[in-house]
Structure formats: structure tokens, C-alpha cells
């Protein structure tokens, strides 16, 4: 079994920062691109940022410039990285991770952590 498990949601002021980590655990062989996604109510989920294995990112435009994805391949831990926080970043903050395990890839995604910006 793999499970990704989100940490470090919360409520922050705008203009403040959070700092999102999700853990990949359980039988793996390999981590390949890992991301995170959000989704906030009544929308989509939509990409939020991407990191492939070797450290390629790609940002969605609204996270260009305010957010930075990282990732510790030891730990198969990424992080989120969110400064100057906006109410529109209120959301639903979903890790999602391509796992290589008994010779199969296949995609997981986290429980989810909340995240709001509200004064």
C-alpha cells in the first residue's frame, strides 16, 4: 500500500504564509513527479505546481512568483512553499504523486488539507 499524507494547512491573514508537506510512504520503489493541486468549492481541482524527479517545476500562473514547490527525493517528501497569501488561495490543498511499486506506476493522490485566507 502507498499513502501520501498532507501536513501544515491552516487559517492565515492575507499577505501571510503557510508551508504545506506531504509524506509518501508504504512499499515504493521509486517517486516520480510529484505535485499539488487545489480545490476550492464548487470549482475544479486545478495544478497548483508540479516537481518532476529531478527537480523540473512547473507553477499554474496564479502561483507564479508567490509559491515554490520543492521536494526531498530521501524522504519522498514535497513541500509547498506559499507566501503572500490571497482569500482566492482558499481551497482544499490536494498532494498528488506518480509511485513506482512491484513494477507498476501508477498515480495517488492525498486526503487533502485545508487551507484558508480570511482576515
Known amino acids: 500500500q502507498v499513502q501520501l499524507v498532507e501536513s501544515g494547512g491552516g487559517l492565515v491573514q492575507p499577505g501571510g504564509s503557510l508551508r504545506l508537506s506531504c509524506a509518501a510512504s508504504?512499499?515504493?520503489?521509486?517517486?516520480?513527479?510529484m505535485g499539488w493541486y487545489r480545490q476550492a468549492p464548487g470549482k475544479e481541482r486545478d495544478l497548483v505546481a508540479r516537481i518532476s524527479s529531478g527537480g523540473t517545476t512547473n507553477y499554474a500562473d496564479s502561483a507564479k512568483g508567490r509559491f515554490t514547490i520543492s521536494r526531498d527525493n530521501f524522504k519522498n517528501t514535497v513541500y509547498l512553499q506559499m507566501n503572500s497569501l490571497k482569500p482566492e488561495d482558499t481551497a482544499v490543498y490536494y498532494c498528488?504523486?506518480?509511485?513506482?511499486?512491484?513494477?507498476?506506476?501508477?498515480?495517488?493522490w492525498g486526503q487533502g488539507t485545508q487551507v484558508t485566507v480570511n482576515s
Open positions: 508504504g512499499s515504493i520503489f521509486r517517486v516520480l513527479g
Open positions: 498528488n504523486a506518480d509511485i513506482t511499486r512491484l513494477s507498476l506506476t501508477k498515480n495517488y
